[in-house]
């Protein structure tokens, strides 16, 4: 068996979105994944997954021929300048404008950006703010 190395938060273990046009979201999420530097973890028949996200198409054996509902997924941004980058970067694969980068009144120094994907999930990318990070993640090896 091959080993696999993930990286992992503290409360989602994963999420899959269930799409219409794979390709579609496929360009949409390969280019915001690649301003946020998350690196894209594979891709198959039918789907793609990075890190604790995974991608398919109705038909895929998981999806069970249900596509999803509209959901809210936020991204972590190292800075302000990679919320901005996603939000172009997500307006030129796709994306529609859902509230552009700028403070937010959630707390001190929240940034974000939000964009529509291809199904109309409404995708964040967030910085918090100066902060200090006892680690950059969990990383989980098996």
Not at 55 to 80: M, P
Not at 113 to 132: M, Q, T, Y
């Amino acid at each position: 068996m091959e080993t696999q190395e993930l990286h992992r938060g503290r409360l989602i273990d994963h999420l899959q979105l269930v799409v219409r046009d794979l390709p579609a979201s496929q360009g949409f999420y390969g280019a915001v994944f690649e301003v946020l530097e998350i690196p894209m973890g594979g891709t198959g028949d039918g789907y793609f997954w990075a890190d604790e996200l995974f991608v398919s198409t109705a038909d895929s054996e998981a999806a069970q021929g249900q596509l999803t509902g509209r959901h809210h997924l936020a991204f972590q941004a190292k800075d302000r300048a990679a919320v901005d980058a996603f939000y172009k970067a997500a307006l030129e694969h796709g994306g529609t404008d859902n509230g552009a980068p700028g403070e937010r009144n959630y707390h001190p120094g929240y940034y974000a950006a939000f964009v529509l994907d291809p199904d109309g999930n409404n995708i964040e990318a967030v910085f918090h703010g100066a902060a200090k990070r006892s680690a950059p993640s969990v990383k989980v090896t098996f």
